[in-house]
């Protein structure tokens, strides 16, 4: 396998400095490249190129289809366009932002990215955007059912197709080759990392294992399939094939080895069917993990959807629940703003910024589970105005300072705060997790507060409130920043804020745009 050094950051003059020309019968610009195919037989020169939103994708497998190059950029954000070169094995890219581009090529610098088992190989483009013939319907239709999946809203006619039963939140998964077990608990960490799992059902059916599994959201599902169908679970063998169910709500009678409501853990364990207590079942996802880490997990998924610690990678301390937040502005971050963002996400039992590097902090999270979704949804955010980094920790919790030892406030215990949003078994919170996102959802405001207030509020918070929509009981509400990144700030400083009367205002990220 060629060495991660491959992955070049800096762009080969001769491979990319590309002319672009309309050819009458292929739909597409074409580009003709300096290199004959995505082979690097001609050493060039190395030159740094700037970032651009514009990926340059090298040495795909012949079979490669778009829709599996657009799942290398999809956890990193969204996919604006898509050139595919098929006789010179090359892509090119195009993101949403520059930001998601520079996340997804410092994510590839440091785990190979695959597809169909197949090393491939990511590098900016010298071009700032595509500039593609909208008369390629196809790629136009694949590109439109991603968006439209993505931001949760109703494709066109058009695309209905494209997207299938994309509507439903509920996957139908059958494994082919299982000559190793694969359980309830090995499904769940693997696809838990691309959104929340509520409900599995396992069960043989022709002689095959089978499953179906709910996410909380239909869009989860999607991402979920484009990464994982056709992907093998261990290596060359217990392969994944993953389609949309018609069922759109799964309904959990017992809590046992064969089916699982996460959403209601107080469920019986049924006739004759062992319980899961917690304490076996940690044990059983520690046996997975190995299991998985052991026999390379999901290879090719593995680096499209790692991205943000989406599957836990081999040689990654998948069982800690312990994250390690890097690129922090150390003169704005606090214990508490870092408890806020990532208590969206997971209950924070303690963090720690770090004495002699002030940038890095610990996170300790109530369980590995939430450690995974806090880090894929918290990764390459933006926070006080620095692209923030965070992975598995080595550790496997944070310690205190000694008694009577000062560490100048740097190290807080939140296991005990009344502002955890997971307590409760079965919490509709569990329902309501979503990316970190420009508009924000507000709950328990006060009767008497009119939609000024709100938008003066969140107006001195810094940024700039672009839309306000008032839920028709008016105790909740959807306010849009102009950013995510001023979003993110705003959820910070003004989650719990005391309206008066002793009503705190709850602030999360939505899924809905106004």
Known sequence: MDGISDVAVGVKRGSDELSMYSTPNSGVSSISDGASNGSDSKK??????????????????????????????????????????????????????????????????????????????????????????????????????????????????????????????????????????????????????????????????????????????????????????????????????????????????????????????????????????????????????????????????????????????AGQAGSSGVLLVSNLNEEMVAPQSLFTLFGVYGDVQRVKILYNKKDSALIQMSDANQAQLAMSHVNGQKMYGKIIRVTLSKHQTVALPRDGLDDQGLTKDFANSPLHRFKKPGSKNFQNIFPPSATLHLSNVPQDVTEEDLRLLFSNAGGTVKAFKFFQDRKMALLQMSTVEEAIQALIDLHNYNMGGNQHLRVSFSKSTI
């Open 44 to 313: 060039l020169r190395v030159e740094e190129a700037p970032p651009s939103r514009v990926l340059h994708i090298r040495k795909l497998p012949n079979e490669a289809s778009e829709t599996e190059v657009i799942a290398l950029g999809l956890p990193f954000g969204k996919v604006t366009n898509i050139l595919t070169l098929k006789g010179k094995n090359q892509a090119f890219l195009e993101m949403g932002t520059e930001e998601a581009a520079i996340t997804m090529v410092n994510y590839y610098t440091t785990v190979n990215p695959h597809i169909r088992n197949v090393p491939v190989f990511i590098q900016y483009s010298n071009h700032k955007e595509l500039k593609t013939d909208a008369g390629n319907q196809r790629t136009q239709a694949v590109l439109q059912a991603v968006s439209a999946v993505q931001s949760g809203g109703s494709p066109s006619s058009d695309v209905q197709e494209a997207l299938a039963a994309a509507s439903s939140p509920v996957l139908r998964i059958i494994i082919d080759n299982m000559f190793y077990p694969v359980t309830l608990d090995v499904l769940q960490q693997i696809f838990s990392k691309f959104g929340t799992v509520m409900k599995i059902i396992t069960f043989t059916k022709n002689n095959q294992f089978q499953a179906l599994l709910q996410f909380s959201d239909p869009v989860n599902a999607q991402q979920a399939k484009l990464a994982l169908d056709g992907q093998n679970i261990y290596n060359s063998c217990c392969t994944l094939r993953i389609d949309f169910s018609k069922l759109v709500n799964l309904n959990v009678k017992y809590n046992n080895d064969k089916s699982r409501d996460y959403t209601r853990p107080e469920l019986p364990a049924g006739d004759g069917q062992p319980s899961l207590d917690s304490t076996v079942a940690a044990a059983f996802s520690k046996d997975s993990n190995s299991l998985l880490g052991a026999l390379n997990p999901l290879s090719a998924a593995a680096a499209a959807a790692a991205a943000a610690g989406r599957v836990a990678l």
